[in-house]
């Protein structure tokens, strides 16, 4: 089901979770499940059906610092802020773990996987890393001047990595090794700031840059060219705020230090409605693809948001 702008305005906070801050999370691709990573060492699984939360399982010894879904909800990876910057791979089922992936050697900056097995890792040690997960195995190492950020297309038959915040280099996952088939040089006149956040929006046509400054960048995913920087949020601490799309690709969401969440339509680029109900800065946003809820989370609440339409 796909959001219009009266469900995206009817929305409200149907159930909240206080605790630990929320750093992480992420929605099974079917909806009916969705896991956040905490602070506090916590992996916590949510049943989207009713809202509820099903289960608690701890890391302690690892921390959560980055987290994602596989195999049906059964399964997830994780990274790690303790230790070392080994990715895990979690049974949910039995909390165990099944597989390691081990070659990074700063903390992880991002990790996607994608339906067919591959994980894609990026970290503070300035390579990008692929690797098969069904095999434990890396396939291949790419390496930067600087830590980017990156993240796969809707079809994860590409993927992007936002380069000192100047450029995205496109990547064939096929072809990875001959180099990107295009380079996006992304102007933005009259707005600079640490680009902190790549994704592709579910069609596939824009890519949204988040950054720590008072702007998003909007551009298209093919020309590179700027559409639009997104306006009217706050960000007084130049925190690395993580907005989402909608699941039909016409909204931009985003939290704001002024404890508020803005939705931007992108028919015109405009502020259409904000959301009120955090008691900080809501941090991060993610919107469910297949459903039309979506979750935040501020310093001690993690919020899941239903339409009342």
Not at 15 to 35: L, Q, R, S, W
Not at 76 to 94: C, D, P
Not at 283 to 297: G, M, P, Y
Request: charged residues 20%; contains cysteine.
């Amino acid at each position: 089901m796909y959001i219009s702008k009266p469900i995206l305005k009817s929305m409200e906070m149907g159930k909240t979770y206080p605790g630990k801050e929320v750093i992480c999370m992420d929605y099974e691709a079917g909806g009916n499940h969705f896991v956040a990573g905490t602070k506090g060492d916590e992996i916590l699984i949510y049943d989207m059906s009713t809202g509820e939360r099903k289960k608690i399982l701890h890391s302690k010894k690892y921390g959560v610092g980055h987290i994602r879904f596989f195999n049906a909800a059964k399964n997830a990876v994780h990274s790690s802020t303790k230790v070392n910057h080994v990715v895990r791979y979690l049974s949910l089922e039995e909390n165990k773990y099944i597989s390691y992936f081990i070659g990074h050697q700063d903390s992880v900056t991002g990790l996607y996987t994608t339906p067919s097995g591959m994980l894609l890792t990026s970290s503070l040690d300035k390579t990008l890393r692929l690797w098969d997960i069904k095999s434990n195995a890396s396939l291949g190492i790419i390496n930067f001047a600087a830590p980017v950020v990156t993240s796969y297309d809707p079809d994860s038959v590409v993927f992007g990595v936002g380069i000192s915040s100047t450029r995205i280099a496109l990547y064939d996952v096929r072809s990875y090794e001959k180099g990107p088939f295009n380079t996006l040089h992304v102007k933005a006149p009259g707005f600079e700031a640490d680009w902190t956040h790549l994704m592709f929006s579910p069609c596939g046509k824009r890519i949204l840059l988040c950054t720590n400054g008072t702007g998003l960048i909007l551009l298209d995913a093919f020309s590179g060219k700027v559409l639009s920087v997104l306006r009217g949020h706050k960000n007084d601490h130049n925190e690395p705020l993580e907005a989402t799309f909608t699941n039909n690709s016409e909204f931009v969401l985003c939290g704001s230090s002024d404890r508020r969440i803005y939705a931007w339509e992108l028919k015109n680029y405009t502020i259409c409605h904000s959301f009120s109900g955090h008691d900080t800065t809501p941090r991060i946003v993610q919107h469910s693809l297949k459903d039309i809820n979506f979750a935040s989370a501020d310093s001690d609440k993690l919020a899941l948001w239903c339409p009342t339409f």
